[in-house]
C-alpha cells in the first residue's frame, strides 16, 4: 500500500510546454514537500506546502486538503527542468515523512 | 553559508561488517533527518534528530541507529551490513523540524559485497 501516489511516472515534453505532475495521498498530513533531484542524487526542496498555492519562478505548486491532492507546474519547460520530482508528505502526527515514487521529466529542445 | 555536507561520498563494506556515515548540517540548522534511497524502494525515511535528541523514526530495524552532537553534526550507524543495504544515503537539515523546508546534502553512496 502506498501511502503517496504521483503521476505520471514518466513524462517527456518539447521545450516550452506546460507541465503538470499530480501527488495524491491517503493519509492526514502536516506538510507536502515537492523535491527535485538530478541525476547523479542531489536533492533539493522546491516547496513546502499545507494548504493553497506557492509559486517560484515558472514553478507553481497547488495542493487540495480536502481532496488529498497536489500539483506541481512547470511552465515554459526547459531542457534544465529535466530531472526526478518527488512528492513527500508528513504525517500530522508527526513522526513519520513518505515519499512518492518520482516522476521522470525529459524535456526535449 | 556552506551547505550540507556528507561525508564519505562513497564506501564499499563487506557483509557483516559495520559503517558510520557522517553529516554536517548548514550552520543554525538543528534538525538532521536521514533517508535510504534504492532503486526498489525509492526515498525512506530512517530517522530526525534534533538538539541530541532522536524525535522519529521511520520503520527500520535496529541495525540502523544515529546520534546528534551538541554542534548538530550527526552520524548513521548501520551494523552488521547486509547486500540489500546498498543504497543512497541522504541526510537534509532544516532549521527547527523536518515539518520545516530541508536543505540535502549530496549523499553517501553505499556498496555492500
Known amino acids: 500500500k502506498n501511502e503517496v501516489e504521483q503521476s505520471p511516472q514518466n513524462l517527456t515534453a518539447q521545450e516550452g510546454e506546460f507541465i503538470t505532475i499530480n501527488c495524491s495521498y491517503s493519509?492526514?498530513?502536516?506538510?507536502l514537500h515537492w523535491l527535485q533531484q538530478h541525476p547523479g542524487g542531489g536533492i533539493v526542496s522546491l516547496f513546502m506546502?499545507?494548504?493553497g498555492k506557492k509559486k517560484h519562478g515558472r514553478l507553481i505548486a497547488t495542493i487540495n486538503i480536502q481532496e488529498k491532492h497536489s500539483s506541481l507546474h512547470i511552465t515554459a519547460s526547459h531542457p534544465r527542468d529535466s530531472a526526478v520530482y518527488i512528492c513527500?508528505?508528513?504525517?500530522?502526527?508527526?513522526?513519520?515523512?513518505?515519499f512518492g515514487t518520482g516522476t521522470s521529466l525529459t524535456v526535449i529542445p | 553559508k556552506a551547505g550540507v555536507t556528507q561525508t564519505p561520498r562513497y564506501l564499499i563494506k563487506t557483509r557483516g561488517q559495520q559503517v558510520t556515515l557522517s553529516c554536517s548540517p548548514i550552520?543554525?540548522?538543528?534538525?538532521v533527518s536521514w533517508y535510504q534511497q534504492t532503486p526498489g524502494q525509492g526515498l525512506q525515511f530512517l530517522f530526525e534528530?534534533?538538539?541530541?535528541?532522536?524525535?522519529n523514526k521511520g520503520n527500520f530495524p535496529g541495525r540502523f541507529s544515529g546520534r546528534q552532537f551538541s554542534n548538530s553534526r550527526s552520524e548513521m550507524n548501520v551494523s552488521t551490513l547486509e547486500l540489500g543495504d546498498s543504497a543512497l544515503y541522504l541526510c537534509?537539515?532544516?532549521?527547527?523540524?523536518?515539518?520545516?523546508?530541508?536543505?540535502f546534502g549530496p549523499g553517501t553512496r553505499l556498496t555492500v559485497t
Open positions: 537534509a537539515s532544516s532549521f527547527q523540524a523536518f515539518s520545516y523546508e530541508q536543505y
Open positions: 506546502l499545507s494548504s
Open positions: 493519509v492526514g498530513i502536516s506538510a
Open positions: 534528530y534534533f538538539s541530541e535528541t532522536q524525535r
Open positions: 513527500a508528505v508528513q504525517l500530522n502526527t508527526g513522526n513519520q515523512f513518505y
Open positions: 550552520s543554525g540548522h538543528r534538525s
